[in-house]
C-alpha cells in the first residue's frame, strides 16, 4: 500500500489492548520493586490503560487476570471502564497460582483438581458475559518435570475434555484463544507447547477455537512470521500477546529487542488483510514492566506495534507482487527493506493531530504531571501485583 489515506486509516482504525496485570508491580523470582504510584485494584489499573488510551488514541480496551482483577460486580467494573473512555477486553483465568495446581490444573491427574481449574474456567466464561468481553484468552501452566512423571497422552484427553466443556459454555459471540509456551513454569513437558498442538486442538473444538500467539513463548530462532502467516491462511489466528525477548519469556516491550521481527509479523498481518476488523485478530500487549515506569512504558510498546504496523502498510504490495512472479529474489527484498527503513515517526506524528491527540505520546504524559497526581493520590493499601 502505497496511498497515504489508505495508510492512514488503516492506522487510525487499529486497536490494541494493553494487559491490566502490566499496570501492577512484577519483577522476577528474585525480586518484585514497588513502584510509586501503582493502582491498588483493579478500577485503578482500568484507570491506567484509560490513561495509556488517551494518550495514543489507539489503546481502547484492557484485558483481565482472574483472580487478580475480580471485584465483587464486574459489570460494574464495566460501566467505570466505558466512564473512563475504554472497555474491558480479554478476560484470562489464572489457574496457576495455588497449591493444588502443583501438578497441573486441567491435565492434573487429581480429577478434583481438574473440577476446581474447569469451574473457574466457567466462571471466566460468566465473567467475560458480565462485562461484556468477547474473548476467552486461555493458557495453562500445566505439564511435567520429569520423563515418566505422568502419561504425556492422558493428559492430553484431559486437556481436550476441559476445553471441550468450556468451549460448550460460551456464548455465540465468544471466542476461545488457546496460547502455547515451549517451557515454563514446566522444564520436561507443557501440555500445550506450541502452534500445532493449540493448532491441533481448536480444530477439534469449533471455529471459535483459536491459537494465540505470544512472541515470548518460543524457542530461540524460532521463525514466528511463518506461524502467523499459517494460521491466518487457516483462519485460525485468534490474535496476540506482544511482547519482546533476548532470551526466553522476558515480557519486555514489544519492538525493544527487534523491531525487524515485529515489522516481519506485522507484514504478514497486513499482506493477509489481518488487520481489517473482520479478520478479529486482536492485538494484545502482555508484559510486565519490573524496573521501568508502567504508564509510560505501555505507551511507548503502543507507539512501537504503530510503527512496525505503519512500516507494514508502507510496503509496495503491487511491486512486490510482480517482482516475487518475476523471481526477483533482490528487487522484492529490497521492497521489504525500503519499507523498514522508512522513518514512519512524522507520519504518525501528523495522524496523531488529526485525531486530536499530542504528536508526541511520551513527552505529553511526562508534561502532563499525570505521573505525579498518581503518586500523590494512591498512597495507602496494597499495590496489585503478581507477586514472588
Ligand atoms: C504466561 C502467559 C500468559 C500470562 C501469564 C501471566 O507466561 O504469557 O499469557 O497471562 O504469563
Ligand atoms: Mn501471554
Ligand atoms: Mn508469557
Not at 20 to 43: C, D, H, I, L
Not at 69 to 90: F, M, N, P, Y
Not at 186 to 197: I, K, N, Q, S
Not at 231 to 239: P, S
Request: hydrophobic residues 45%; glycine residues 8%; contains cysteine.
Amino acid at each position: 500500500m502505497t496511498d497515504r489515506a489508505a495508510v492512514t486509516a488503516a492506522l487510525r482504525a487499529q486497536r490494541i489492548e494493553t494487559p491490566s496485570w502490566a499496570y501492577g508491580n512484577s519483577g522476577t523470582r528474585f525480586k518484585v520493586f514497588a513502584q510509586e504510584g501503582v493502582p491498588r485494584n483493579a478500577y485503578e489499573k482500568v484507570d491506567d490503560a484509560a490513561t495509556v488510551h488517551r494518550f495514543t488514541g489507539v489503546a481502547p480496551s484492557v484485558a483481565l487476570h482472574i483472580p487478580w482483577d475480580r471485584v465483587d460486580d464486574h459489570a460494574d467494573l464495566a460501566k467505570h471502564a466505558q466512564e473512563v473512555g475504554i472497555r474491558l477486553g480479554a478476560i484470562n483465568p489464572n489457574v496457576f497460582q495455588e497449591d493444588d495446581y502443583r501438578l497441573g490444573s486441567v491435565c492434573n491427574p487429581d480429577p478434583a483438581v481438574r473440577r476446581k481449574a474447569l469451574d473457574h474456567l466457567l466462571e471466566c466464561v460468566e465473567i467475560g458475559v458480565a462485562t461484556g468481553s468477547t474473548i476467552l484468552s486461555l493458557w495453562f501452566a500445566d505439564g511435567t518435570n520429569y520423563p515418566g512423571q505422568d502419561s504425556i497422552q492422558a493428559r492430553q484427553d484431559r486437556l481436550a475434555e476441559a476445553l471441550a466443556a468450556t468451549y460448550a459454555a460460551m456464548p455465540a459471540n465468544m471466542r476461545m484463544l488457546l496460547e502455547y509456551k515451549l517451557f515454563e513454569p514446566a522444564f520436561y513437558t507443557m501440555d500445550v507447547p506450541d502452534w500445532g498442538t493449540s493448532y491441533a486442538h481448536c480444530l477439534t473444538l469449533g471455529e471459535r477455537a483459536q491459537v494465540l500467539v505470544d512472541t515470548g513463548h518460543h524457542a530461540p530462532g524460532t521463525n514466528i512470521e511463518f506461524i502467523v502467516a499459517f494460521l491466518l491462511r487457516a483462519r485460525r489466528l485468534g490474535g496476540f500477546h506482544f511482547n519482546s525477548r533476548f532470551y526466553a519469556d522476558d515480557d519486555l516491550m514489544v519492538g525493544a529487542a527487534d523491531p525487524f521481527q515485529l515489522f516481519r509479523i506485522m507484514h504478514e498481518i497486513v499482506q493477509a488483510g489481518g488487520l481489517d476488523p473482520e479478520a478479529d485478530v486482536a492485538f494484545m500487549l502482555d508484559q510486565c514492566h519490573n524496573i521501568e515506569p508502567k504508564i509510560p512504558a505501555m505507551i511507548r510498546s503502543v507507539l512501537n506495534v504503530q510503527e512496525a504496523t505503519a512500516k507494514a502498510l508502507l510496503v509496495d504490495s503491487d511491486a512486490l507482487r510482480v517482482a516475487q512472479e518475476n523471481g526477483d529474489v533482490l528487487g522484492a527484498n529490497a521492497l521489504l527493506m525500503d519499507a523498514f527503513n522508512t522513518d514512519v515517526r512524522p507520519l504518525l506524528a501528523e495522524l496523531r493531530e488529526e485525531m486530536g491527540i499530542d504528536p508526541d505520546p511520551i513527552a505529553a504524559y511526562h508534561r502532563s504531571g499525570h505521573h505525579e497526581r498518581l503518586v500523590a493520590e494512591r498512597r495507602g493499601g496494597a499495590q496489585a501485583g503478581w507477586g514472588a
